[in-house]
């Protein structure tokens, strides 16, 4: 069974930065995709970003150029560095993975998902 543990919401102010870490555990595969998603009040699940295990990345249309993820595949654990933040990118964000098959933004794509994480940008 994987396990996913999302952490570093927290509130900024526009234009600063957070980093966010999913920390994989239980049962991984060497092979995956991982994916950030955010859901804010009130509106639908958005695509944040998706990285898999060779490192190749894609993003959101909202977050292109600002959003950066990354992975540490010793650790089990992907990162979402989020710069020049927004009010609009106030959410619950979500890490979710998938073993096997494509790697792609959608999120029926994804077995497993986490608990969430707050971010709030005043």
């Known amino acids: 069974h994987v396990q996913l543990v999302e952490s570093g919401g927290g509130s900024v102010q526009a234009g600063g930065s957070l980093r966010l870490s999913c920390a994989a555990s239980?049962?991984?595969?060497?092979?995956?995709?991982m994916g950030w998603y955010r859901q804010a009040t009130g509106k639908e699940r958005e695509a944040v970003a998706t990285?898999?295990?060779?490192?190749?990345?894609d993003y959101g249309d909202s977050v292109r150029g600002r959003f950066t993820i990354s992975n540490d595949n010793t650790k089990n654990i992907v990162y979402l560095q989020m710069n020049s933040l927004k009010p609009e990118d106030t959410a619950m964000y979500y890490c979710?993975?998938?073993?096997?098959?494509?790697?792609?933004?959608?999120?029926?794509?994804?077995?497993?998902w986490g608990q969430g994480t707050q971010v709030t940008v005043s």
């Open positions: 979710a993975a998938a073993y096997g098959g494509a790697c792609d933004l959608l999120p029926q794509t994804y077995n497993y």
């Open positions: 239980g049962y991984t595969y060497s092979s995956y995709c």
């Open positions: 990285i898999e295990t060779s490192g190749i990345a």
